[in-house]
């Protein structure tokens, strides 16, 4: 166990749908990532934020958006969503976020998302 | 924009024999990680690595840095049926905060 919390598990939902996705990062860690692979695929960057504020940006859609609470929790908002966003979307927490740091990130379970 | 290859994508073993993967970016790196996911699992950190020519060892796995910090390799000696799994490298290019996957390594032993 990561100590990295995602919810829901599964998701399954049908094309044009809007989705939330919840991440809780580890006690102490002020990073989060947001993540998707696709079937045996490797994983794509999304987006991270840190402690609240977006540090960086990735392959991330314009109908996908994201923000970090001030408690660090995160959540992922897909919408409009097409049959391609099916996929693993994983969060991953770490302490810091810049280079002087040991930036290791733990991951969460995952939520598969299966779209219809 | 930064891409990290990996090659091989696929490798199958023998049990006892030895496995590398090599790990290739378009663009100088701050640091590189590696990361091991098991099969229906997520990944799980291996190492960091942030000097140039920095060599580290865990056990059977060595991992090394390049001198220009924009390759890396991961080596196990004498594989075991537990490494089974896919290996990432994740490099954080210079002045930014991202850290960009490698495509994966899927390792399989036979024992």
């Known amino acids: 166990d990561s100590g990295v919390t995602q919810t829901p598990k599964h998701l399954i939902t049908a094309t044009g749908q809007r989705v939330t996705l919840r991440c809780s990062p580890r006690?102490?860690?002020?990073?989060v990532y947001w993540y998707q692979q696709s079937l045996d695929q490797g994983l794509q960057f999304l987006i991270q934020?840190?402690?609240?504020?977006?540090?960086a940006k990735g392959n991330i859609l314009e109908r996908f958006s994201a923000q970090q609470f001030p408690d660090l929790h995160s959540e992922l908002n897909l919408s409009s969503l097409e049959l391609g966003d099916s996929a693993l979307y994983f969060c991953?927490?770490?302490?810091?976020?810049?280079?002087?740091?040991?930036?290791?990130?733990?991951f969460g379970p995952g939520t598969r998302l299966t779209v219809l | 924009g930064q891409q990290v290859m990996q090659i091989p994508q696929y490798q199958h073993v023998q049990e006892g024999e030895d496995f590398t993967t090599y790990c290739n970016s378009s663009?100088?790196?701050?640091?590189i990680q590696w990361y091991k996911q098991r099969p229906g699992g997520h990944p799980v950190f291996l190492i960091q690595?942030?000097?140039?020519?920095e060599v580290k060892k865990q056990k059977r796995l060595t991992f090394q840095f390049g001198e220009a910090k924009k390759n890396s390799s991961l080596h196990i000696t004498a594989t075991q049926t537990t490494d089974v799994g896919t290996y990432f490298c994740?490099?954080?290019?210079?002045?930014?905060?991202?850290?960009?996957f490698g495509t994966g390594t899927r390792l399989k032993v036979l024992a």
């Open positions: 991953a927490s770490s302490v810091g976020a810049g280079t002087t740091w040991t930036n290791e990130q733990f």
């Open positions: 006690s102490g860690d002020l990073s």
């Open positions: 934020y840190y402690n609240g504020e977006e540090r």
């Open positions: 663009t100088t790196l701050s640091n």
């Open positions: 690595l942030v000097k140039s020519g």
């Open positions: 994740a490099g954080q290019g210079s002045g930014t905060y991202k850290y960009i």
